[in-house]
């Protein structure tokens, strides 16, 4: 790995000078919290962790580790899943949090400028409450940021109809290694203009620049919802189902699947029962619009398409109480999966019909590893999350069997026209796995962008990108 200058007293006190005493941290509370993020049970202490107010101090902050060759490490909420949060190198770890203000919300032209560090719910509340609608709700949106979820092109249950976090996004203000700031698109719904580099830095996890603000485009907020909770007798009808409701000409707000196993684990946890629970596979549905009667007409289309596929009961959620109910069950699994023990969350994503085959191809994988899986995701966009539970499986037994089965889902994922992340980014923890997706020439591509962006390599090494010894690329 890349080796960097150590962070001597000396820099630190000019990081102080950057930003005020109070903002910079190297108490051991501190440097353990931002070591850590959601992904397994990973832990990389920083040097220090700095918390700047505003893009003039970022522009300094990463000036001055350019110069000194000093490892940065953007956090947002600190919620990834694949490690990209984790300051790997050491060094500086650039905590957005205080940058956490909604600086406008342009109700004529349906658009809102904020700033990265605003909680994704924060802002979708602060919306609402004026009649309109960001819909990327990422199941972590409660800790989860703006700028997060722009950095890991986040989605969530509503992307199948309205889009992932990337789809909303104008334009940016973001601060390059070298301290320059980059403005990037306008306050338009359609723009030719260039290279499109609102896109690039979307997804490009912390590594490329720091984002410092955001224009986001808003939608009118639906004002009637309601959810369909259809049960299956086996997980590979419920796969199945999902390609045919489709074909059926309704496009619903969100279908989400969820095996038994994960309705178990979040009912323990939340102490409350799901409808059908004992089902082995459950899809919810949620259809939203404007007018009452052509939702009921859109549900009734969907049970019977879902029907045809075995789906035994089906239950209508129309109140609001009772809908909440049903989200907040769904929300709970991932964080009730990952208190079973040690595990791993990989977000796989194939075609729609594809679903059945994948499903199936990975519970043969992890049975023949000796692992037990829990499956649940975002089927309408074909997106699963497969969680692989360490259980009482020894450690060297699980770090070889763990990886050699991840590596045949990620083949099996990619053999059926699919990729290794729909929505969490590769990070950290997948780089390894990024050739399985990518080609030679892809991979080159990549690399000579992160050059022109980030010569001196100093933002979020360790990243994305294995270093290129080890990709022998
Ligand atoms: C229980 C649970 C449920 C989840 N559900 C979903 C889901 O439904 N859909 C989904 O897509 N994800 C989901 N996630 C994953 C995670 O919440 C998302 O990846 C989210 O977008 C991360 O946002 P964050 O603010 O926590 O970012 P962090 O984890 O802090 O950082 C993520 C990456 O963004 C970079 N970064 C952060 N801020 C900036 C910035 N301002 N400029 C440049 N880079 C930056 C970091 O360097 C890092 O590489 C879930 C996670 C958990 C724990």
Redesign the pocket.
């Known amino acids: 790995m890349q080796t960097f200058q150590p962070l001597t007293p000396a820099l630190i006190e000019q990081l102080r000078a950057i930003v005020g005493r109070e903002y910079v941290s190297t108490d051991t509370s501190a440097l353990e919290l931002h070591g850590r993020?959601?992904t397994e049970d990973l832990f990389f202490p920083p040097d220090v962790v700095v918390r700047p107010s505003n893009a003039e101090e970022v522009s300094a902050l990463l000036q001055l580790a350019t110069r000194e060759r000093l490892p940065v490490?953007?956090?947002?909420?600190?919620?990834?899943?694949s490690g990209?949060?984790l300051p790997v190198c050491g060094g500086i770890v650039l905590s957005?949090e205080r940058?956490n203000r909604i600086l406008e919300i342009d109700e004529e032209n349906l658009q809102a400028v904020v700033e990265?560090?605003v909680i994704t719910e924060t802002f979708q509340k602060s919306v609402e409450e004026k009649g309109l609608y960001y819909p990327p709700?990422?199941?972590?949106r409660g800790?989860?940021?703006l700028?997060?979820?722009?950095?890991?092109r986040?989605?969530?249950?509503h992307a199948v109809k309205y889009g992932v976090t990337g789809d909303y996004v104008l334009g940016l203000e973001?601060v390059l290694p070298s301290g320059a700031l980059l403005r990037t698109g306008a306050r338009v719904l359609k723009n030719a203009t260039g290279y499109n580099l609102t896109q690039l830095l979307i997804g490009?996890?912390?590594?490329l620049?720091?984002?410092?603000r955001i224009i986001l485009r808003l939608i009118p907020f639906p004002r009637e919802r309601k959810v369909l909770l259809a049960a299956f007798p086996s997980l590979e009808q419920a796969a199945a189902a999902v390609a045919s409701l489709f074909q059926s000409g309704v496009t619903p707000a969100t279908c989400e699947f969820l095996e038994r196993a994960a309705v178990e684990v979040a009912e323990e946890r939340l102490g409350r029962k799901f409808p059908n629970g004992s089902a082995a596979a459950q899809l919810i549905v949620e259809v939203d619009g404007n007018h009452e009667p052509a939702l009921a007409e859109e549900i009734q289309v969907i049970a019977g398409a879902l029907e045809r596929h075995g789906a035994s009961d089906l239950l209508l959620a129309e109140e609001p109480r009772k809908i909440r109910e049903v989200w907040d069950l769904r929300?709970g699994i991932?964080?009730a999966v990952?208190a079973i023990s040690a595990y791993k969350e990989e977000d796989t994503v194939v075609p729609r019909s594809k679903l059945p085959m994948l499903v199936n191809g990975v519970k043969e994988i992890c049975t023949r590893y000796g692992i037990r899986s829990i499956c649940y995701g975002?089927a309408g966009d074909g997106n699963v999350h497969v969680n692989l539970l360490k259980g009482d499986m020894d450690d060297s037994a699980w770090a070889r069997s763990s990886g050699e089965a991840v590596r045949e889902i990620f083949q099996l994922a990619v053999s059926l026209g699919g990729t290794i992340s729909g929505?969490?980014?590769i990070?950290f923890t997948q780089k390894e796995y990024l050739p399985i997706a990518l080609d030679a020439q892809a991979l080159r591509v990549m690399r000579e962008i992160k050059k022109v962006f980030d010569p001196a390599g100093i933002l979020?090494p360790g990243?994305v990108l294995a270093e290129e010894k080890d990709a022998g690329v």
């Open positions: 993020d959601e490490t953007p956090r947002g909420g600190g919620t990834g899943l990209g949060a957005m940058f990265p560090g709700d990422p199941a972590s800790s989860s940021q700028g997060g979820n722009l950095a890991e986040a989605g969530g249950p973001a490009s996890e912390g590594t620049a720091v984002i410092t929300r991932g964080e990952k975002h929505e969490h980014g990070g979020n990243k």
